[in-house]
């Protein structure tokens, strides 16, 4: 069945640092991939997509490449803030198998210190 | 443009009751698909809901089920209530056709005691 894998976290950061959370995916078709990230306390916000090989999905300073010959969508940021602190879950879509059921990774906390 | 809504925010029942989530859809959106998200981990499809029929199911029992009204909006039973099922329960919506993202609201906290 399809899965998810995301790097373990937490990850700890210093203000202004480059981020990288590597994400890579199993899936039987040609799934769509995104980035959701979760605020204490809340609910889950779509940061950004991609829905076939080579596209690049960007959004508030985050991006990440769909990858199909490595299955991989890694999320990077080049400076990240306070206010990224959250968690961030990769996630993927296989349309043509399983219609639009959401397969998530286990999640990756982020910290950034001022 | 309201978002997905969900009620109540937080719950707490007893092992062995039932319990009912309520969800609304964001506005144009015609399908509702249901999570559960444990401490710690990332969240599990529980089942979907589009033309008020379930449409897919995860690995869920079927102490777990539910509803999707003509306005679109859903409902989330699950029955004899267990430890294990205390969890942050979220609902997503998305319009069929579109793209296969999916937007939550702000979940369900359910306690099991």
């Known amino acids: 069945g399809d899965s998810v894998t995301q790097m373990e976290g937490p990850v700890t950061l210093s203000e202004e640092a480059f981020l990288t959370i590597n994400c890579t995916y199993t899936a039987t078709g040609y799934p769509s991939l995104f980035w959701y990230v979760q605020y204490p306390g809340e609910g889950l916000q779509l940061l950004l997509k991609?829905?076939?090989?080579?596209d690049k999905g960007s959004n508030k300073g985050f991006e990440a490449t769909y990858r199909k010959e490595t299955t991989s969508f890694h999320l990077e940021k080049g400076s990240v803030q306070v206010s990224d602190s959250a968690v961030y879950f990769c996630?993927?879509?296989?349309?043509?198998?399983?219609?639009?059921?959401?397969?998530f990774g286990e999640g990756t906390q982020l910290t950034v210190n001022p | 443009d309201a978002g997905v809504t969900q009620s109540p925010t937080h719950l707490i029942k007893t092992r062995g009751q039932q319990v009912t989530l309520r969800c609304s859809p964001k506005?144009?959106?015609?399908?509702v698909s249901w999570y559960q998200q444990a401490l710690g981990q990332g969240p599990q499809f529980i089942f979907q809901?589009?033309?008020?029929?379930?449409?897919q199911r995860g690995n869920f029992p079927d102490r777990f089920s539910g509803h999707q009204f003509p306005n679109y909006s859903s409902e989330l039973n699950v029955n004899a209530l267990l430890l294990g099922d205390s969890a942050l329960y979220l609902c997503a919506s998305r319009a069929i056709g579109g793209t296969y993202e999916q937007y939550f609201g702000p979940g369900t906290r359910l306690t099991v005691t």
């Open positions: 991609a829905t076939k090989a080579d």
């Open positions: 809901y589009y033309e008020e029929e379930e449409r």
């Open positions: 996630a993927l879509s296989d349309g043509e198998t399983s219609g639009s059921r959401l397969t």
């Open positions: 506005s144009g959106h015609d399908t």
